[in-house]
Nanobody, 123 residues
Framework: QVQLVESGGGLVQPGESLKLSCVAS????????MGWFRQAPGKQRELVAS???????DYEDSVKGRFTISRDNAKSSVYLQMNSLKPEDTGDYYC?????????????????WGQGAQVSVSS
């Protein structure tokens, strides 16, 4: 079965950086489009970054220019480099494979989620 394991979260001050990692198993990773989702306190989970199987990337407007998504197919891993973090970036971050064709209509492919990586940005 599909397993997604996120890591790399933490407590940082505004302006600092974090890099999240996700290791996937139970799927043919290299053919999957992948994404990072964020669930802020009291809000719904939202897609913030996507990377296709070909390596094309896209981002939610609030993170453009600050976040970078990447992947390593040999390690079945996807990463999220987060720079210039803001308090509004606080939340639990999850990875999942994606279904759909464009950023605006991507949805999670798998119903099961990992434990997430908790990110807290506060001074």
């Amino acid at each position: 079965q599909v397993q997604l394991v996120e890591s790399g979260g933490g407590l940082v001050q505004p302006g600092e950086s974090l890099k999240l990692s996700c290791v996937a198993s139970g799927m043919v990773f290299k053919i999957q489009d992948m994404g990072w989702f964020r669930q802020a306190p009291g809000k719904q989970r939202e897609l913030v970054a996507s990377i296709t199987s070909k390596g094309d990337t896209d981002y939610e407007d609030s993170v453009k220019g600050r976040f970078t998504i990447s992947r390593d197919n040999a390690k079945s891993s996807v990463y999220l480099q987060m720079n210039s973090l803001k308090p509004e970036d606080t939340g639990d971050y999850y990875c999942n494979a994606l279904a759909g064709y464009y950023f605006s209509d991507f949805v999670p492919l798998f119903g099961s989620w990992g434990q997430g990586a908790q990110v807290s940005v506060s001074s």
